[in-house]
Protein backbone atom coordinates (compact mmCIF):
# COMPACT_ATOMS: atom_id res chain seq x y z
CA UNK A 1 0.00 0.00 0.00
CA UNK A 2 0.96 3.55 -0.45
CA UNK A 3 1.76 6.02 1.79
CA UNK A 4 -1.26 8.07 3.04
CA UNK A 5 -0.28 11.60 2.87
CA UNK A 6 -2.32 12.38 5.79
CA UNK A 7 -0.42 10.39 8.45
CA UNK A 8 -1.17 12.53 11.66
CA UNK A 9 -4.79 11.99 13.57
CA UNK A 10 -6.91 15.01 12.28
CA UNK A 11 -10.65 14.89 11.70
CA UNK A 12 -11.15 14.60 7.69
CA UNK A 13 -12.84 17.23 6.18
CA UNK A 14 -13.96 16.81 2.90
CA UNK A 15 -10.37 17.70 1.05
CA UNK A 16 -8.61 15.82 3.81
CA UNK A 17 -10.68 12.73 3.16
CA UNK A 18 -10.16 12.79 -0.74
CA UNK A 19 -6.33 13.17 -0.43
CA UNK A 20 -6.65 10.21 1.61
CA UNK A 21 -8.66 8.37 0.03
CA UNK A 22 -6.55 9.00 -3.59
CA UNK A 23 -3.45 7.36 -1.97
CA UNK A 24 -5.04 3.82 -1.39
CA UNK A 25 -5.65 2.86 -5.29
CA UNK A 26 -9.23 1.74 -4.85
CA UNK A 27 -10.39 3.90 -7.62
CA UNK A 28 -8.69 4.02 -11.22
CA UNK A 29 -9.85 8.04 -11.21
CA UNK A 30 -9.19 9.44 -8.35
CA UNK A 31 -9.37 12.51 -9.34
CA UNK A 32 -12.64 12.90 -9.86
CA UNK A 33 -14.66 12.02 -6.73
CA UNK A 34 -17.83 13.64 -5.11
CA UNK A 35 -17.49 13.51 -1.93
CA UNK A 36 -20.45 14.38 0.90
CA UNK A 37 -20.41 13.71 5.06
CA UNK A 38 -23.57 12.06 5.71
CA UNK A 39 -22.36 11.03 9.15
CA UNK A 40 -26.27 11.08 11.21
CA UNK A 41 -25.12 9.04 14.19
CA UNK A 42 -23.88 10.14 17.72
CA UNK A 43 -20.21 9.78 17.55
CA UNK A 44 -18.01 9.80 14.11
CA UNK A 45 -17.63 11.38 11.03
CA UNK A 46 -19.05 9.42 7.98
CA UNK A 47 -17.84 10.30 3.97
CA UNK A 48 -19.41 8.71 1.22
CA UNK A 49 -16.80 9.18 -1.70
CA UNK A 50 -18.32 8.97 -5.30
CA UNK A 51 -16.43 8.57 -8.48
CA UNK A 52 -17.67 10.08 -11.30
CA UNK A 53 -16.83 7.89 -14.19
CA UNK A 54 -18.16 4.58 -12.91
CA UNK A 55 -20.53 5.75 -10.16
CA UNK A 56 -18.84 3.06 -8.03
CA UNK A 57 -18.67 4.65 -4.01
CA UNK A 58 -17.35 3.99 -1.04
CA UNK A 59 -17.66 4.74 2.93
CA UNK A 60 -14.47 6.08 5.08
CA UNK A 61 -15.52 6.18 9.02
CA UNK A 62 -13.67 8.30 11.32
CA UNK A 63 -13.63 8.15 14.96
CA UNK A 64 -13.70 11.81 16.83
CA UNK A 65 -11.84 12.12 20.04
CA UNK A 66 -15.01 12.95 21.49
CA UNK A 67 -18.50 12.17 21.35
CA UNK A 68 -20.31 14.23 18.48
CA UNK A 69 -23.93 14.51 20.04
CA UNK A 70 -22.38 16.07 23.47
CA UNK A 71 -19.50 17.58 22.08
CA UNK A 72 -15.76 18.02 23.20
CA UNK A 73 -16.42 17.74 26.84
CA UNK A 74 -16.95 14.23 26.92
CA UNK A 75 -13.69 12.52 25.30
CA UNK A 76 -13.75 9.32 23.80
CA UNK A 77 -10.71 7.05 22.73
CA UNK A 78 -9.98 6.95 19.33
CA UNK A 79 -8.96 2.89 19.35
CA UNK A 80 -13.05 2.77 18.75
CA UNK A 81 -12.16 2.64 15.08
CA UNK A 82 -9.79 -0.16 14.99
CA UNK A 83 -12.09 -1.99 17.83
CA UNK A 84 -14.78 -1.20 15.25
CA UNK A 85 -12.51 -2.63 12.09
CA UNK A 86 -11.21 -5.76 13.78
CA UNK A 87 -14.99 -6.68 14.98
CA UNK A 88 -16.33 -6.31 11.11
CA UNK A 89 -13.20 -8.58 9.68
CA UNK A 90 -13.47 -10.93 12.67
CA UNK A 91 -17.26 -11.34 12.13
CA UNK A 92 -16.58 -11.58 8.43
CA UNK A 93 -15.33 -14.95 9.09
CA UNK A 94 -18.60 -16.45 9.63
CA UNK A 95 -21.40 -14.15 8.38
CA UNK A 96 -19.68 -12.56 5.71
CA UNK A 97 -23.28 -11.88 4.40
CA UNK A 98 -24.15 -9.76 7.06
CA UNK A 99 -21.44 -7.06 7.26
CA UNK A 100 -20.30 -4.31 5.21
CA UNK A 101 -16.82 -5.21 3.45
CA UNK A 102 -14.18 -3.69 4.77
CA UNK A 103 -11.43 -2.06 2.34
CA UNK A 104 -9.08 -0.78 4.39
CA UNK A 105 -8.34 0.41 7.35
CA UNK A 106 -5.86 3.06 9.05
CA UNK A 107 -5.14 2.91 12.97
CA UNK A 108 -3.28 6.35 12.95
CA UNK A 109 -6.18 7.70 11.34
CA UNK A 110 -8.71 6.24 13.72
CA UNK A 111 -10.55 4.84 10.14
CA UNK A 112 -12.12 2.23 8.30
CA UNK A 113 -12.72 2.52 4.58
CA UNK A 114 -15.78 -0.12 4.07
CA UNK A 115 -18.34 -1.12 1.05
CA UNK A 116 -20.92 1.73 0.20
CA UNK A 117 -24.51 0.51 1.70
CA UNK A 118 -26.70 3.18 -0.01
CA UNK A 119 -28.95 0.96 -2.02
CA UNK A 120 -29.76 -0.70 1.55
CA UNK A 121 -32.14 1.47 4.15
CA UNK A 122 -31.70 2.18 8.05
CA UNK A 123 -34.03 -0.73 9.34
CA UNK A 124 -35.66 2.10 12.14
CA UNK A 125 -36.64 4.56 9.65
CA UNK A 126 -38.21 1.59 7.15
CA UNK A 127 -39.81 0.35 10.77
CA UNK A 128 -41.70 3.57 11.26
CA UNK A 129 -42.50 3.86 8.01
CA UNK A 130 -44.15 0.20 8.08
CA UNK A 131 -42.44 -1.41 5.90
CA UNK A 132 -41.98 -5.34 6.49
CA UNK A 133 -38.72 -7.24 5.56
CA UNK A 134 -39.46 -10.99 5.66
CA UNK A 135 -35.80 -11.93 5.90
CA UNK A 136 -34.14 -9.92 8.86
CA UNK A 137 -35.40 -12.01 11.81
CA UNK A 138 -33.76 -15.19 9.99
CA UNK A 139 -31.05 -13.37 9.95
CA UNK A 140 -29.96 -11.03 12.68
CA UNK A 141 -30.73 -14.57 14.90
CA UNK A 142 -28.29 -16.51 12.74
CA UNK A 143 -25.84 -13.55 12.87
CA UNK A 144 -26.18 -13.54 16.53
CA UNK A 145 -25.58 -17.46 16.98
CA UNK A 146 -22.55 -17.51 14.39
CA UNK A 147 -20.64 -14.38 15.56
CA UNK A 148 -21.52 -15.39 19.64
CA UNK A 149 -20.46 -19.32 19.27
CA UNK A 150 -17.53 -18.85 16.99
CA UNK A 151 -16.09 -16.61 19.95
CA UNK A 152 -16.99 -18.47 22.61
CA UNK A 153 -15.18 -20.70 24.91
CA UNK A 154 -17.59 -23.75 23.14
CA UNK A 155 -15.16 -22.90 20.05
CA UNK A 156 -12.14 -21.57 20.91
CA UNK A 157 -8.71 -22.63 22.73
CA UNK A 158 -8.81 -20.62 25.97
CA UNK A 159 -5.85 -18.83 25.21
CA UNK A 160 -7.19 -17.84 22.06
CA UNK A 161 -10.08 -16.95 23.75
CA UNK A 162 -8.35 -14.64 26.00
CA UNK A 163 -6.10 -12.93 23.55
CA UNK A 164 -9.36 -11.81 21.51
CA UNK A 165 -10.74 -10.35 25.15
CA UNK A 166 -7.57 -8.60 25.97
CA UNK A 167 -7.78 -7.20 21.71
CA UNK A 168 -11.44 -6.45 22.47
CA UNK A 169 -11.07 -4.40 25.21
CA UNK A 170 -13.26 -1.24 24.72
CA UNK A 171 -13.08 0.41 28.09
CA UNK A 172 -15.12 4.16 26.77
CA UNK A 173 -17.77 2.69 24.98
CA UNK A 174 -18.42 0.24 26.97
CA UNK A 175 -18.89 2.79 30.11
CA UNK A 176 -21.05 4.81 27.69
CA UNK A 177 -23.09 1.46 27.71
CA UNK A 178 -23.12 1.24 31.67
CA UNK A 179 -23.85 4.72 32.25
CA UNK A 180 -26.10 4.83 29.75
CA UNK A 181 -28.29 2.01 29.62
CA UNK A 182 -27.69 0.25 32.95
CA UNK A 183 -27.06 3.72 35.49
CA UNK A 184 -28.71 7.35 34.62
CA UNK A 185 -31.82 6.53 33.73
CA UNK A 186 -32.47 4.29 36.82
CA UNK A 187 -30.95 7.94 38.99
CA UNK A 188 -32.14 11.44 38.66
CA UNK A 189 -29.31 11.89 36.59
CA UNK A 190 -27.89 15.40 34.46
CA UNK A 191 -28.03 13.14 31.17
CA UNK A 192 -31.50 12.15 31.49
CA UNK A 193 -34.30 13.46 29.09
CA UNK A 194 -37.60 13.89 29.13
CA UNK A 195 -40.87 16.02 29.76
CA UNK A 196 -42.53 17.01 32.87
CA UNK A 197 -45.43 15.05 32.22
CA UNK A 198 -43.41 12.04 32.57
CA UNK A 199 -41.78 12.69 35.81
CA UNK A 200 -44.56 10.63 38.09
CA UNK A 201 -43.56 7.78 36.05
CA UNK A 202 -40.09 8.22 36.43
CA UNK A 203 -39.94 8.61 40.19
CA UNK A 204 -41.93 5.46 39.96
CA UNK A 205 -38.98 3.76 38.53
CA UNK A 206 -36.03 5.64 40.19
CA UNK A 207 -38.28 4.65 43.52
CA UNK A 208 -38.69 1.02 42.80
CA UNK A 209 -36.08 -0.58 44.85
CA UNK A 210 -36.73 -4.49 43.59
CA UNK A 211 -36.40 -2.74 40.29
CA UNK A 212 -32.86 -1.12 41.00
CA UNK A 213 -31.90 -4.91 42.70
CA UNK A 214 -32.25 -6.19 39.16
CA UNK A 215 -31.20 -3.75 37.16
CA UNK A 216 -27.80 -3.80 39.72
CA UNK A 217 -27.44 -6.93 38.80
CA UNK A 218 -28.12 -6.67 34.87
CA UNK A 219 -25.34 -4.19 35.30
CA UNK A 220 -22.63 -6.73 36.71
CA UNK A 221 -23.14 -9.36 34.39
CA UNK A 222 -22.71 -7.11 31.49
CA UNK A 223 -19.54 -5.88 33.32
CA UNK A 224 -18.11 -9.88 34.04
CA UNK A 225 -19.82 -12.15 32.18
CA UNK A 226 -17.39 -12.34 28.83
CA UNK A 227 -18.97 -14.99 27.25
CA UNK A 228 -18.73 -13.86 23.63
CA UNK A 229 -17.69 -11.15 20.94
CA UNK A 230 -20.81 -9.12 20.61
CA UNK A 231 -22.01 -6.05 18.55
CA UNK A 232 -22.57 -4.33 21.40
CA UNK A 233 -24.90 -1.84 20.21
CA UNK A 234 -27.18 -3.85 17.92
CA UNK A 235 -30.38 -1.33 18.33
CA UNK A 236 -32.47 -0.97 14.96
CA UNK A 237 -30.15 2.24 13.41
CA UNK A 238 -26.84 -0.41 13.37
CA UNK A 239 -28.81 -2.73 10.69
CA UNK A 240 -29.06 -1.78 6.76
CA UNK A 241 -31.77 -3.44 5.17
CA UNK A 242 -33.05 -4.27 1.59
CA UNK A 243 -35.88 -7.18 0.80
CA UNK A 244 -32.73 -9.68 0.21
CA UNK A 245 -30.09 -8.41 2.40
CA UNK A 246 -29.95 -7.51 5.75
CA UNK A 247 -26.20 -6.03 7.03
CA UNK A 248 -25.26 -5.24 10.27
CA UNK A 249 -22.90 -2.23 10.97
CA UNK A 250 -21.24 0.09 13.39
CA UNK A 251 -19.96 -2.51 15.64
CA UNK A 252 -17.26 -0.02 17.79
CA UNK A 253 -19.34 -1.04 20.65
CA UNK A 254 -17.53 -4.57 20.40
CA UNK A 255 -16.42 -6.09 23.31
CA UNK A 256 -16.75 -9.67 25.00
CA UNK A 257 -19.95 -9.78 27.27
CA UNK A 258 -23.18 -11.61 27.84
CA UNK A 259 -24.77 -13.11 24.42
CA UNK A 260 -28.12 -11.80 25.75
CA UNK A 261 -27.01 -8.20 24.96
CA UNK A 262 -27.55 -8.36 21.64
CA UNK A 263 -30.62 -9.99 21.51
CA UNK A 264 -31.85 -8.08 24.17
CA UNK A 265 -31.05 -4.49 22.47
CA UNK A 266 -32.35 -5.62 19.85
CA UNK A 267 -35.47 -7.12 20.62
CA UNK A 268 -36.14 -3.76 22.86
CA UNK A 269 -35.70 -1.77 19.46
CA UNK A 270 -38.13 -3.93 17.77
CA UNK A 271 -41.21 -3.50 21.13
CA UNK A 272 -39.86 0.50 21.23
CA UNK A 273 -41.31 0.36 17.30
CA UNK A 274 -44.06 -2.05 18.47
CA UNK A 275 -45.25 0.61 21.01
CA UNK A 276 -45.17 3.43 18.74
CA UNK A 277 -47.63 1.67 16.37
CA UNK A 278 -50.63 2.23 19.31
CA UNK A 279 -50.29 5.87 17.74
CA UNK A 280 -51.73 4.37 14.27
CA UNK A 281 -54.61 2.71 13.57
CA UNK A 282 -55.04 -0.17 11.53
CA UNK A 283 -51.88 -1.78 13.34
CA UNK A 284 -52.66 -4.90 14.15
CA UNK A 285 -50.79 -6.96 10.90
CA UNK A 286 -47.95 -4.92 11.38
CA UNK A 287 -47.87 -5.37 15.04
CA UNK A 288 -48.35 -9.41 14.41
CA UNK A 289 -45.56 -9.04 12.06
CA UNK A 290 -43.01 -7.70 14.84
CA UNK A 291 -44.00 -10.14 17.43
CA UNK A 292 -42.96 -12.58 14.92
CA UNK A 293 -40.03 -10.81 14.01
CA UNK A 294 -38.80 -11.20 17.55
CA UNK A 295 -39.84 -15.38 18.03
CA UNK A 296 -38.24 -15.98 14.79
CA UNK A 297 -35.00 -13.95 15.71
CA UNK A 298 -34.93 -16.59 19.00
CA UNK A 299 -35.88 -19.75 17.14
CA UNK A 300 -33.50 -19.17 14.46
CA UNK A 301 -30.57 -17.99 17.19
CA UNK A 302 -31.24 -21.41 19.42
CA UNK A 303 -31.26 -23.35 16.20
CA UNK A 304 -28.73 -22.24 14.80
CA UNK A 305 -26.73 -21.85 18.44
CA UNK A 306 -27.59 -25.54 18.89
CA UNK A 307 -26.59 -27.35 15.52
CA UNK A 308 -22.76 -25.38 15.78
CA UNK A 309 -23.08 -26.84 19.41
CA UNK A 310 -23.87 -30.22 18.20
CA UNK A 311 -21.20 -29.79 15.43
CA UNK A 312 -18.14 -28.93 18.24
CA UNK A 313 -16.01 -31.19 19.50
CA UNK A 314 -13.20 -28.61 21.05
CA UNK A 315 -15.18 -28.24 25.07
CA UNK A 316 -15.75 -31.86 26.12
CA UNK A 317 -18.64 -30.08 29.12
CA UNK A 318 -20.45 -29.17 24.98
CA UNK A 319 -21.40 -33.70 25.00
CA UNK A 320 -23.09 -33.46 28.73
CA UNK A 321 -26.73 -33.35 27.75
CA UNK A 322 -27.62 -31.08 30.32
CA UNK A 323 -25.85 -28.13 30.03
CA UNK A 324 -26.87 -26.70 26.29
CA UNK A 325 -30.48 -25.98 27.56
CA UNK A 326 -29.23 -24.20 30.57
CA UNK A 327 -27.10 -22.14 28.88
CA UNK A 328 -29.61 -21.43 26.48
CA UNK A 329 -32.07 -19.89 29.31
CA UNK A 330 -29.65 -17.82 30.49
CA UNK A 331 -29.19 -15.96 27.86
CA UNK A 332 -32.95 -15.84 27.02
CA UNK A 333 -33.22 -14.42 30.56
CA UNK A 334 -30.48 -12.11 30.24
CA UNK A 335 -31.79 -11.07 26.74
CA UNK A 336 -35.16 -9.68 28.39
CA UNK A 337 -33.37 -8.36 31.07
CA UNK A 338 -31.04 -6.10 28.95
CA UNK A 339 -34.21 -5.38 26.47
CA UNK A 340 -36.36 -4.17 29.42
CA UNK A 341 -33.02 -1.76 30.47
CA UNK A 342 -32.64 -0.59 26.63
CA UNK A 343 -36.51 0.19 26.54
CA UNK A 344 -36.38 2.69 29.63
CA UNK A 345 -33.13 3.93 28.65
CA UNK A 346 -34.71 4.86 25.04
CA UNK A 347 -37.14 6.53 26.82
CA UNK A 348 -35.95 8.51 29.12
CA UNK A 349 -32.55 8.61 28.89
CA UNK A 350 -29.40 10.75 27.08
CA UNK A 351 -30.37 8.74 23.59
CA UNK A 352 -33.50 8.23 22.32
CA UNK A 353 -35.02 6.09 19.50
CA UNK A 354 -37.59 8.44 16.64
CA UNK A 355 -39.90 5.53 16.75
CA UNK A 356 -41.28 7.19 20.11
CA UNK A 357 -39.90 10.88 19.51
CA UNK A 358 -41.91 11.35 15.98
CA UNK A 359 -45.31 10.51 17.19
CA UNK A 360 -47.03 13.79 16.65
CA UNK A 361 -49.88 13.60 19.19
CA UNK A 362 -48.05 14.61 22.36
CA UNK A 363 -50.68 13.09 24.49
CA UNK A 364 -50.01 9.47 22.94
CA UNK A 365 -46.56 10.09 22.87
CA UNK A 366 -46.72 10.49 26.67
CA UNK A 367 -49.04 7.68 26.83
CA UNK A 368 -47.18 5.43 25.08
CA UNK A 369 -43.97 6.60 27.15
CA UNK A 370 -45.18 5.46 29.99
CA UNK A 371 -46.70 1.99 28.92
CA UNK A 372 -42.54 1.31 27.89
CA UNK A 373 -41.20 2.31 30.80
CA UNK A 374 -44.23 -0.26 32.69
CA UNK A 375 -43.10 -2.83 30.25
CA UNK A 376 -39.36 -2.53 30.32
CA UNK A 377 -39.43 -2.38 34.49
CA UNK A 378 -42.04 -5.55 34.15
CA UNK A 379 -39.55 -7.20 32.16
CA UNK A 380 -36.21 -6.98 33.93
CA UNK A 381 -38.39 -8.05 37.13
CA UNK A 382 -40.46 -11.22 35.70
CA UNK A 383 -37.31 -12.13 33.80
CA UNK A 384 -36.98 -15.45 35.40
CA UNK A 385 -40.39 -16.56 35.33
CA UNK A 386 -40.79 -15.88 31.32
CA UNK A 387 -39.36 -19.32 30.47
CA UNK A 388 -40.88 -19.12 26.69
CA UNK A 389 -41.46 -17.38 24.49
CA UNK A 390 -45.05 -17.68 24.75
CA UNK A 391 -44.87 -15.99 28.19
CA UNK A 392 -42.56 -12.93 26.84
CA UNK A 393 -45.02 -12.39 23.60
CA UNK A 394 -48.15 -12.54 26.25
CA UNK A 395 -46.50 -9.51 28.28
CA UNK A 396 -45.93 -7.56 25.60
CA UNK A 397 -49.17 -7.70 24.23
CA UNK A 398 -50.93 -6.90 27.61
CA UNK A 399 -48.64 -3.91 27.62
CA UNK A 400 -50.36 -3.18 24.15
CA UNK A 401 -53.71 -3.65 25.23
CA UNK A 402 -53.77 -2.61 28.82
C1 LIG B 1 -23.11 9.15 23.51
S1 LIG B 1 -23.54 7.83 22.53
C2 LIG B 1 -25.23 7.52 22.76
C3 LIG B 1 -25.69 6.23 22.19
O1 LIG B 1 -25.42 6.17 20.80
C4 LIG B 1 -24.85 4.91 20.48
O2 LIG B 1 -25.36 4.40 19.30
C5 LIG B 1 -25.12 4.02 21.66
O3 LIG B 1 -26.39 3.42 21.59
C6 LIG B 1 -25.03 5.00 22.77
O4 LIG B 1 -25.61 4.55 23.97
MG1 LIG C 1 -23.75 3.56 16.37
Known amino acids: AQQSVVNQYAPFTTQTVMEFVKTLSIFDHPNKLIVKEIGDGNLNLVFQLVELETNRSIIVKQALPYAKVVGESWPLSLNRAKIESESLRMTARVVPNLVPHVLHTD ?19 ELISNQHYPLLAQHIGYYVAQTSFATSDFAL ?18 KITEDLVFTDPFFDHPTNDFPHELRHAVETIWADEDLLTEVGLLKFQFLTHAEALLHGDLHTGSIFVTEQSTKVIDPEFAFFGPIGFDLGQFFANIILNT ?71 RTIGLAHVADLDTIEDFHIQIEIKERALQLGADLIKSRTHLYSLGHFIQRIKGALRS
Open 107 to 125: HELACTVMEDLSDHHILRT
Open 157 to 174: HPFVKKELVQKFTNPDLC
Open 275 to 345: LSKLATTDRQAIVSDLLRAMEQTWITFAQEFTKLWDESNHEIYTNVPGILPRFLLKVWTDAIGFAGCEIIR
